[in-house]
């Protein structure tokens, strides 16, 4: 059975639909080209209704240092993922900084790509192991793009890891058999439009994945 992370939440009632479906884990997105992106005060009042033990995940991309003191000041997050460039280096400050588990993470197209996961284990407290994004995309992640799953078959991972990239309902238990993800992250694949979840997508695909 695998955690499940719904990412891009940016309603109410699609954190209860997340949370009523059994999401392990809930994202929101500070980026402002994102169709997904909040403000820390959208995001408080999101973050007010997880209950403890549900993981709530800031997605933040090369954020400054003040860029992200401004969002913890306002936001409980149990969770920073970095989803830019930032370099190990980067990772390791982020983690003094905030003082909190830093989820990094690692596009992958080729092979060589999926060399970079053990630099960034060695530092990181997570990975979150995702498709490259498109060279013309605006955004680095939340395209809805997969990657060639069997580039992790056999990989040793120094930290817990986690899978995303273009999954939804019909190929996240694929995804899960053919790679052994423990957990996974999806966007895309459970929205009605871009920035707004679809309860019954949600549903899916955390049964599927749970089914797995
Ligand atoms: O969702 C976004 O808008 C986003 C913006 C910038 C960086 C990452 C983003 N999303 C993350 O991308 C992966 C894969 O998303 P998808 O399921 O393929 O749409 C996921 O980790 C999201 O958290």
């Known amino acids: 059975m695998s955690a499940v992370k719904i990412c891009g939440?940016?309603?109410p009632q699609d954190v209860?639909?997340?949370l009523v479906a059994g999401a392990r884990f809930v994202g929101f997105v500070f980026f402002p080209?994102?169709?997904r992106n909040v403000s820390a005060e959208q995001a408080?009042?999101?973050a007010r209704d997880v209950p403890p033990g549900i993981m709530r995940v800031g997605l933040f991309v090369d954020p400054t240092d003040a860029a992200l003191t401004e969002v913890l000041a306002k936001v409980p997050l149990d969770m920073i993922q970095l989803h830019g460039a930032e370099t190990p280096a980067r990772v390791t400050e982020v983690k003094a900084l905030t003082g909190l588990p830093v989820m990094k993470a690692v596009g992958i197209a080729t092979a060589e790509d999926a060399e970079a996961l053990w630099d960034y284990g060695l530092v990181a407290?997570?990975?979150l192991v995702?498709?490259?994004a498109p060279k013309d995309a605006v955004l680095p992640g939340g395209n809805g793009v997969a990657f060639d799953w069997r580039l992790l078959v056999g990989r040793r991972f120094l930290k817990p890891w986690m899978l995303a990239g273009g999954l939804d309902p019909a190929n996240v238990a694929?995804?899960?058999k053919l790679t052994g993800a423990s957990a996974v992250d999806v966007s895309t694949g459970v929205e009605s439009a871009p920035g707004l979840k679809d309860a019954a997508l949600i549903a899916d695909f955390i049964k599927a994945a749970s089914d797995a």
């Open 9 to 11: 939440l940016t309603r």
């Open 16 to 18: 209860a639909s997340a």
């Open 33 to 35: 080209k994102s169709p």
């Open 44 to 46: 408080a009042a999101l």
């Open 125 to 127: 407290d997570m990975l």
């Open 130 to 132: 995702d498709a490259k």
């Open 174 to 176: 694929q995804a899960i």
